[in-house]
T-cell receptor, first 113, second 113 residues
């Protein structure tokens, strides 16, 4: 399976600021996904990021709040913009290998004060 | 869209006993069902998956069963060990071009020594 890293692993941010999370994969993948996991909760898909096209956002998530870049087949970024305490969550990237099989990164733990 | 329900939310077993976690899904078009283990402070780890063309799959102490007619699938862990303690998530995917995973709410498994 792919080896996935995320930076930063955790951060504490002030409300109103923005944070960019990086996701790096050790092999080329077509599909990458970004998820949010609120404290003690399950995983919710934010968007699907394919190289060479605009990210596809799920209901309840908008590009202005969560802009995503996918410059190549091994890298993606998710920005959490104009943060509020409600954005405190774990943000996870995943990649697809094989048909439908997803592998996750270690996550970025974000606390907004 | 797809809806996945997972039970129980918490499960405590004695070391050496078996643990069973059950999930139901709503969309009969779903054809891929992975299970993830998430340890504290880590990202979800794929532990086993099953596709709709088989009814059971086993990997050492872990097995998954699928009942397409009833639209439910289960994770079975035998001879549990303390290191099996974690949160377990089931998920379902319709596959094809819509490969997004829909996750269950998670089960906190505690294996008591």
């Amino acid at each position: 399976s792919a080896v996935i890293s995320q930076k930063p692993s955790r951060d504490i941010c002030q409300r109103g600021t923005s944070l960019t999370i990086q996701c790096q994969v050790d092999s080329q993948v077509t599909m990458m996904f970004w998820y949010r996991q609120q404290p003690g909760q399950s995983l919710t898909l934010i968007a699907t990021a394919n190289q060479g096209s605009e990210a596809t956002y799920e209901s309840g998530f908008v590009i202005d709040k969560f802009p995503i870049s996918r410059p190549n087949l091994t890298f993606s970024t998710l920005t959490v913009s104009n943060m509020s305490p409600e954005d405190s969550s774990i943000y996870l990237c995943s990649v697809e290998q094989g048909v439908g099989t997803q592998y996750f990164g270690p996550g970025t733990r974000l606390l907004v004060l | 869209g797809e809806n996945v329900e997972q039970h129980p939310s918490t499960l405590s077993v004695q070391e050496g006993d078996s643990a069973v976690i059950k999930c139901t899904y709503s969309d009969s078009a779903s054809n891929y069902f992975p299970w993830y283990k998430q340890e504290l402070g880590k990202g979800p780890q794929l532990i086993i998956d099953i596709r709709s063309n088989v009814g059971e799959k086993k990997d050492q102490r872990i097995a998954v069963t699928l009942n397409k007619t009833a639209k439910h699938f289960s994770l079975h862990i035998t001879e549990t060990q303390p290191e099996d303690s974690a949160v377990y998530f089931c998920a379902a995917s319709i596959g094809g071009s819509a490969r997004q995973l829909t996750f269950g709410s998670g089960t906190q498994l505690t294996v008591l020594p």
